[in-house]
């Protein structure tokens, strides 16, 4: 029964993750994803060798950019021997639909991962492990990432951390050589997917170090340790954007102290023989050293999780990398959060094991805190512990609920024939215990239906709306979809030059590449110093803007305008964001001129000359001021900013617009010569 359980818990997370195909089709669903199909079907067209010489000129023109220099390659070629492989198998299977389905795949197996990495934890608990991978299964915290046409190395993460924490428990376990190797593997095979993979090394470490102070590291786990500290550094240390340069990072300042104490303490144990006290007092420290390693100011990865480094503009204006607001954890954790909790009791009386589980739940809860898509990491340690205390819940029900005869008086016969009463009491559960057992089954049904339909609510209708497309309903309930995206690269495709240039903001870049067919300026890979360059042209006055805009090399300006229709993710609402940018690279913007006297973001007649006259103003709105758009409003009312524009006559000089969609959501101008 419990391999029949778990099969259907895999296949369960497979199918939640496919209800946005029944929905809207085969599509892909971000614009990351539509970057990864156009890589990996360039992997898969030009093979390894050629594909680690592609240079792609259609992005970051004018310099192109060499994309196998640039990703980390491991999720890419993942799909793509997949792909390779059921070619080979004469399974005709097209490479969007293997791109569809590799992530729901990856869930299901996290789930089965998962299992196996709670039974390492609780050997005893099989019920533990099977609510916990059931939790996984449906989790909105991995949901988002790995539903159909969610091509993102993220969504590899779960299975990565659970493979990589089982093997490590089980090498430790075992002292095997042959689990110790696979542990360090599946390491390097994180590295080649995220940057990650230094969460889980320091980790390890830092399970290690409480190993040591334990008293509990001796020579056969000390060889597991080095094994797979040492081969995973150095298989990462071979991948090319990686390089030996990831081996003296601040990210690898713990494992390599750990790993010399753990030296010390083979060569002369007596030095690590320290009182209770001590050893609490080292972990703490080591602790504080994890916290001070991400907030190392040389490493992207690390101060993008810290929340006292100032960071740099980029990065923090994605919304991704915005702090988790208390919503987006109950969304994504929901009921699990408090299952949590007894499973974190539960943990802590499971040994040195346990103690892996606590370390990787609160230091994936930091970085969840500090950063909404680390969610993602602390999806499965959240689950883990959820599933230890459902079993500690329901071991306790199964207790409460057992049968036993009533107390009872037994007669014995003595060998003299004298009878003798011998009271046998028996211990029996009084009704109150058994009242207690069924309110908690009661509650844990509820519970249990409650998050399921959460779970489905969020897999269908949160995180299943494609970035290509709008969809939202009418006061009478009726859907609409408003296809302005899709209608906007086609029109590009059909209607501009094949050399035409386009400057967007690096929002849209992807999908420019990879449906209009065009080349452009920006995207989500784009160096720091290039997007600034973009983000001077966007919030500087028209004449500016042109001339830096032909110097750029751009034919055509695309603009994302949600005015007309409510949409509040446009181009206007990043406009602070651009002027941060540029600053923030030494252009001659400040952002402060584009705030109000009163220091709010108007667009209004209180509006700061410096937005009215800046480019991304004057594009948005040009000819908006005649429009009406909600009724009881005047002419020019912007929906999502709330007020009355305050220029409404824009008379552009040197740019033609040449194609405005549909439901104005996106905008394309011509740069005049």
């Known amino acids: ?185 599946a390491l390097a095979y994180t590295a080649s997917v995220s940057e990650i993979y230094v969460f889980l090394l320091n980790l390890i470490a830092l399970h290690a170090a409480v190993l040591l102070l334990q008293g509990h590291l001796g020579l056969l786990s000390f060889k597991t340790f080095f094994t797979v500290t040492v081969c995973s550094a150095l298989f990462a240390a071979r991948i090319p954007t990686l390089g030996l340069a990831s081996l003296v990072t601040h990210a690898m300042l713990l494992p390599w102290t750990i790993l010399a104490a753990s030296v010390l303490h083979v060569l002369s144990p007596s030095l690590f023989s320290f009182s209770l006290a001590t050893r609490t007092a080292i972990i703490a420290l080591l602790a504080a050293i994890w916290v001070v390693v991400f907030s190392a100011p040389n490493d992207t990865i690390l101060a993008s999780v810290n929340p006292w480094h100032p960071g740099n503009a980029v990065v923090a204006s994605i919304a991704e990398h915005q702090p988790a607001a208390w919503a987006a954890l109950h969304v994504d954790l929901h009921f699990t959060a408090m299952l949590a909790v007894p499973g974190f009791l539960a943990a802590t009386r499971a040994g040195s094991n346990g103690a892996l589980l606590v370390l990787y739940a609160l230091g994936s809860l930091y970085l969840a805190g500090v950063m909404v898509r680390h969610i993602l990491l602390a999806g499965p340690a959240i689950c883990a512990l959820a599933g230890l205390g459902a079993g500690g819940l329901l071991a ?56 399921s339909l959460h779970c489905v609510w969020a897999a269908t209708e949160a995180y299943s709306s494609p970035s290509l497309f709008l969809s939202g309903r009418l006061a009478n309930g009726t859907r609409v979809v408003y296809d302005d995206f899709r209608e906007t690269y086609e029109w590009i495709r059909q209607n501009t030059s094949e050399d035409a240039r386009v400057l967007a903001w690096w929002d849209h870049g992807f999908h420019l590449t990879s449906l209009a067919n065009r080349t452009t300026l920006l995207d989500a890979v784009t160096p720091p110093a290039c997007i600034a360059q973009v983000a001077e042209v966007l919030v500087s006055p028209e004449a500016r ?129």
């Open 545 to 673: 803007a042109a001339a830096l805009a032909r110097d750029m090399g751009a034919t055509h300006v695309l603009v994302q305008f949600g005015g007309l229709t409510g949409y509040a993710s446009d181009d206007m609402n990043k406009l602070l964001w651009m002027a941060r940018i540029a600053a923030e690279h030494g252009l001659p913007v400040q952002s402060k001129d584009y705030f109000s006297t009163a220091g709010a973001f108007l667009v209004g007649r209180h509006a700061p000359p410096a937005l009215l006259n800046s480019l991304l103003y004057r594009l948005s709105y040009h000819r908006f001021g005649s429009q009406f758009t909600e009724k009881g409003k005047p002419r020019g009312y912007d929906r999502v900013r709330g007020e009355e524009i305050g220029s409404k006559s824009i008379h552009l000089t040197h740019f033609e617009e040449v194609y405005t969609s549909s439901n104005w959501l996106v905008r394309v101008f011509r740069v005049l010569p």
């Open 1 to 185: 029964w419990t391999w029949l359980s778990l099969s259907v818990i895999a296949v369960a997370a497979f199918c939640l993750r496919l209800t946005v195909i029944a929905r809207h089709g085969w599509l892909l669903q971000e614009p990351e994803s539509y970057y990864h199909y156009r890589v990996i079907e360039a992997l898969v067209e030009q093979g390894p060798s050629l594909f680690s010489q592609w240079h792609d000129s259609r992005v970051c023109y004018p310099s192109g950019r060499a994309v196998a220099d640039t990703l980390l390659p491991g999720f890419h070629h993942t799909v793509a021997l997949i792909f390779n492989i059921l070619n080979m198998a004469h399974l005709n299977i097209s490479l969007l639909h293997v791109c569809l389905f590799v992530l729901p795949a990856a869930a299901a197996l996290a789930s089965v991962a998962l299992f196996f990495l709670v039974r390492e934890i609780k050997p005893q608990s099989t019920v533990s492990a099977l609510v916990a991978a059931a939790l996984l299964a449906l989790s909105p915290s991995i949901v988002s990432h790995t539903l159909a046409g969610s091509l993102s190395p993220d969504g590899l993460l779960p299975l990565c951390v659970c493979v990589c924490l089982c093997f490590w428990l089980r090498a430790i376990r075992t002292h095997a050589t042959l689990d110790a190797a696979a542990c360090a593997l």
């Open 396 to 451: 306790a029900v199964q207790r409460g609920l057992a049968t036993a005869p009533s107390t009872t008086t037994a007669t014995t016969v003595s060998p003299g024939g004298a009878g003798k009463a011998d009271a046998g009491k028996k211990e029996t559960p009084t009704r109150f215990r058994r009242q207690v057992a069924l309110a908690t089954v009661a509650v844990l049904a509820v519970l249990a239906t409650l998050h």
